[in-house]
């Protein structure tokens, strides 16, 4: 069995990773880091403020013994996924599989977030999906949604990125930036695509898990 660490910056999403993985990966085992005070220092400072304490949370993670790492904050995705090479094991960023998936569905692409520090982490993400191929990108503040989700009124913040995201025009495909937006989806009544990050962000971590799992069970037999 492969173990999958994921790193959040809410509690508010263990229980949607969990509910994801006992119906699409119900031999995974994961074990949930959260870290809010990292979203908080790199609203404030910067993502790359918070790379040296990223990094340590994922070494840990491994050092525990986790096959591969998901972090599931989009702000800080580009960090955590920067030290997999450094840090020499699977780090993945939630929303990659959810980018990927916009820049196929077509050039004008919508990114709606309700922090605006995400905006840009993503757009940066979907335009390394596109490479040379011409986007559109809009990126949309839902700037009444954030508060609601501080309260702990779920309701009310889903309400609202749905209400942002039926007002778009001329686009092709909808970006929900932030894993906790997902349910949003379901609540929209535009005619386009409307993604979320944390299915196609958790099977992608699946995979990479049970491959580095099988990869170090290979080594152990043949060591």
């Known amino acids: ?27 995974l085992e994961l074990r949930h880091v959260v870290k809010e005070q990292l979203l908080a220092q790199a ?34 995705g580009a960090v955590a996924e920067a030290a997999s090479a450094s840090l020499g094991f699977p780090v993945l960023r939630v929303d990659r599989p959810m980018a990927a998936a916009a820049v196929a569905g077509g050039r004008r692409i919508a990114v709606v977030a309700a922090v605006a520090s995400t905006l840009e982490p993503t757009a940066a993400l979907i335009r390394e999906e596109a490479g040379h191929r011409p986007l559109a990108l809009r990126m949309v503040l839902a700037e009444h949604a954030w508060p609601f989700f501080e ?8 309400a609202e990125i749905a209400r942002t995201v039926d007002a ?21 009544t535009l005619e386009v695509p409307v993604l979320a990050s944390p299915r196609p962000g958790l099977r992608a971590a699946a995979a990479a898990a049970a491959t580095a799992a099988a990869a170090t069970a290979g080594r152990t037999r043949t060591g």
Do not use: N, W
Request: aromatic share 2%.
């Open 1 to 27: 069995m492969s173990v999958l660490a994921l790193l959040h910056t809410s509690p508010v999403h263990v229980p949607v990773f969990d509910a994801l993985r006992d119906e699409d990966a119900p031999g």
């Open 43 to 76: 609203r404030e400072l910067g993502p790359e403020a918070v790379a040296g304490a990223v990094g340590a949370v994922l070494a840990q993670a491994v050092a525990e013994g986790a096959d591969a790492v998901l972090c599931t904050c989009s702000t800080i």
């Open 151 to 158: 309260a702990g009124d779920t309701k009310a913040y889903l």
């Open 168 to 188: 778009l025009t001329d686009v092709d495909v909808v970006v929900l930036a932030q894993a906790s937006m997902a349910p949003a989806a379901a609540r929209t």
